[in-house]
């Protein structure tokens, strides 16, 4: 089992930066890929971004690359989602996930994930 906790959500303007925070704890977090997906009200949950058990490798959603930034503190067992200009529309809740690595890759999958925090809102203002 690994437990999953989001943290660094909030409200901010248009333009603003935000980090996300996912502390894991229970089996060893550099063994799973990790990922963070969100959800806005009335829509599908959908990929932000993904990074590989080792942090070499990290794969974004078209709608953030660039914006975006996914990393990893295995000492720490902490994942970071840095987001910067901000847009209403990245407006969510922000969820971090871990996959047991398979053969391929990072992947965008949701249902590929085994495990998955509670969320953390973030909200951007115009």
């Known amino acids: 089992q690994v437990q999953l906790a989001e943290s660094g959500g909030g409200l901010v303007q248009a333009g603003g930066s935000l980090r996300l925070s996912c502390a894991a704890s229970?089996?060893?977090?550099?063994?799973?890929?990790m990922g963070w997906f969100r959800q806005a009200p009335g829509e599908e949950r959908e990929f932000v971004a993904a990074?590989?058990?080792?942090?070499?490798?990290?794969h974004y959603a078209d709608t953030v690359k660039g914006r975006f930034t996914i990393s990893r503190d295995n000492a720490k067992s902490t994942v970071y989602l840095q987001m910067v200009s901000l847009k209403p529309e990245d407006t969510a809740v922000y969820y971090c996930?871990?996959?047991?690595?398979?053969?391929?890759?990072?992947?965008?999958?949701?249902?590929?994930?085994?495990?998955w925090g509670q969320g953390t809102q973030v909200t951007v203002s115009s």
């Open positions: 996930a871990a996959e047991l690595p398979q053969a391929m890759g990072v992947t965008a999958d949701a249902a590929k994930y085994d495990y």
């Open positions: 229970g089996r060893t977090f550099s063994g799973y890929h």
């Open positions: 990074i590989s058990s080792s942090g070499g490798s990290t």
